[in-house]
């Protein structure tokens, strides 16, 4: 599989969505395959070539007989590191008064938005991450409330980056806290692996001041359920398929991580509440949520082959969304519809490594297949009512002709120490006036589409969520 040259998202999720947006509809959240191959060029179809559909009753064959079979579960070693309470333990290491409080980071109290994360000591009180700021408010008065400084967080993730590209061929970073490591041929066998994850550990404790949690496994689903074994501060493993399935076997069907509350309340209502369940029923749980059904039967199994695939989202030259229609689209105020839709996907993505655009791009391709890309420099752009504004501009310049896909993504990326000031950096109405733009924008789609747009962002973003979103539009558009 190429990676997509520069490009952190590209997932189109093709065109096997069709129906309701998931927010209504029964499938909310998780389309595995999708959501896990969000960094592949063609959408899908490298996670179906990684994952050949297998036929599933393979428990025998899969438990083997002897060594031979425990030899080849080995054949990779993988190290999943994940910082425990990210943001607010670098918080916490900076200013010793907020150690051992209840300290969520986010929005504040009285502002519109959600927790980003917190301290170990607010989640006694219930309060996690994407939880409402108002709930958390109410659940924890008491608490500590403050902004990200996701510059700092960012500059933490690349001294992070440092130690663990240390110990590993590939790293492949899944967020600012978390990546994959593959240390197959720096460990050699289990005990190797074991080394380096204490070193790790005791490295990162020692040169930042903050606990990380690692697992090793034989795959990547596995090392990423071990390093949450033993949260905070954990170490866990699981050397073979074996050892994962006997772990999570009579656990409920959410350990499986890529299953959310929807899926999991789909396969509640076949009866199927367990990870051995789905092992007695691959049928069923096929029939219910096909190519989703497949990999988590397969996961149930013990089965992942994907491979670590080095990536550091700093080195990306470029961040953008794209979604493909069902039938192609001839109304150009539907697609600036759109593109509010993928601004904030863009936005989500780019907060979420800390990183910044100083471009916007648009693509389309129309109905003849012929895609054009238009794009345009703008100085320190993450915020999607700018990616918003100019993509919508930029599409205001194009030929009119029926569009099959549209995409919009920022490119010349920076963190901090590249970024320009702009006006919203000096002025609190310069950004309060950005918010009011974003709800304007969002109210506006809700009264076009009836669909509560600002209340179900964090689902927005999912790759699967976006596209059936679309297409609802699409049907509904006036
Ligand atoms: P996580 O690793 O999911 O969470 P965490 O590190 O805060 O806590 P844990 O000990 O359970 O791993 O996410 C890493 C950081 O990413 C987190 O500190 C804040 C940020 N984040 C968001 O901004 N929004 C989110 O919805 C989530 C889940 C995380
Ligand atoms: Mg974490
Ligand atoms: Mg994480």
Redesign the pocket.
Known sequence: MRRAAGTVEGASAGDVFAGQPCFFGPARETVAFVLLSVYNEDGGNAMKRRFPVRPVRQEAALRGTGTEVKAKRMEQIIIHV???????SVEMRDNPALRGKPLI??SLPGERG?V???S?EARRYGVH??MNIKEAFRLCPNGIYMH?NIDK?RAVSGQLREIWSAYASAVETI????AYLDVTAQAGDLEGARRIARTIKQRTRAEIGLTC?VGVAYSKTAAKTASEEK??DGYFEIPTPEDFVSLIIDRDVRVIYTVGQMTAEKLYASGIRTVRAIRENPETVIRLLGKQGQWITNLAFGIDDRKVTPYCPQDAKSISREVTFQEDVTHYGFLRDVLVLLALCVEHRA??YGLYGNGVTLKLTYFNMKSITRSRLIPACDSAVMIWRESARLLETVEKRPVRLIGAGIYNLSGEEGRQLTIEDFFDDARARRDRELKELLDGLQNRYRLDFAGHL?QLYQADTLHRTVEYMRKHMK
């Open positions: 994940d910082m425990d309470a990210f943001f607010a980071i986010g959600v980003a994360t917190c170990y991450s994407a990200p967080y967020a600012l806290d978390e949690s949260k905070p907060r979420r964090e």
